[in-house]
């Protein structure tokens, strides 16, 4: 998966400048997690090492999510992975990843070139993906789109700025709902009675991934369920004819109003 931020630098393979070969198949350097229980105490370190680029991308969203949950937030494991994927435009200097505000915002922070166009970074296409970091992103410029389109719908917020000295800070944020006031209790004729579509056992998996995750691609959910590609292009086909998915960005789909009903009710 690729996230697009548009970083200001030149397209070429050297790291700093200094000429030398960037190794984008290997990490060298360590990132930090810190999981805050609150500002008025030093946060708990987890450490990702170095390692293979993919296992490295997969240990740095897996554990950022596995703690923000434990938290008590709900940013889905998706939008977290999105974002960092993106450090690979910095070449992975001095990652630091900050869980806040019990696991509902997570701030990524590198000491990369930065982001010169940081609107255009949220805008599908832009992008300063070079053909050496292909192997391990999308590189289209389409994931940090996903991400803000991901949270305007859930009523979240991701904002762009620049780091102390140098690099970028990203922050995203999805706010916990309101409870909503209870519904007068109605006699029991009356109260509203959803009709349950006949739904396989996949499918009603494929729903509750989509009521906990959000939006959801083919890749995604070949990711989290293990099924194959095939069988999950028709699962995708089943419940978009039935009326519970619709399309949204970058391909991805989501729930419909129906389609939350239904997952909430299995």
């Given amino acids: 998966m690729e996230n697009q931020i548009e970083h200001s630098r030149q397209n070429e393979e050297s790291a700093g400048g200094s000429g030398e070969p960037f190794d984008f198949t290997y990490v060298k350097t360590t990132a930090r997690i810190a999981v805050y229980s609150d500002l008025r105490s030093a946060p708990r370190i987890i450490e990702i090492p170095p390692g293979p680029t993919n296992e490295y991308i997969e240990a740095l969203a897996s554990n950022t999510f596995d703690h923000a949950q434990r938290a008590g937030g709900s940013i889905p494991y998706t939008v977290i992975r999105e974002v960092s994927e993106n450090f690979i435009h910095a070449r992975f200097q001095e990652i630091v990843v900050s869980v806040l505000d019990q696991g509902n915002t997570i701030r990524f922070a ?8 940081k609107d255009q970074a949220q805008k599908p296409g832009f992008t300063s993906a070079i053909e050496p970091m292909k192997k391990y992103i999308r590189g ?9 389109e991901y949270l305007d719908f859930s009523h ?17 944020s999805l706010r916990s709902k309101p409870e909503a006031a209870p519904e007068p209790a109605r006699p029991a004729r009356e109260r509203r009675s959803i009709p349950m579509p006949p739904l396989t056992e996949r499918e009603k998996d494929f729903l509750a991934l989509f009521s906990e ?9 070949v990711h989290l369920t293990g099924a194959p590609a095939s069988s999950t292009h028709a699962t995708l086909k089943k419940l978009e004819e039935a009326g519970l998915v619709e399309q949204a960005a970058g391909r991805k789909r989501i729930l419909t109003d129906l389609g939350y009903e239904i997952a909430s009710s299995l």
Avoid: C, F, R, Y
């Fill in 140 to 148: 289209v410029g389409s994931g940090l789109p996903i991400v803000k």
């Fill in 213 to 221: 995750e959000g939006a959801l691609g083919v890749t995604d959910l």
């Fill in 156 to 172: 979240g917020t991701i904002t762009i700025e620049d780091n102390l000295n140098s690099g970028a800070v990203v922050t995203i």
């Fill in 110 to 117: 590198d000491q990369g070139p930065g982001i010169a166009h």
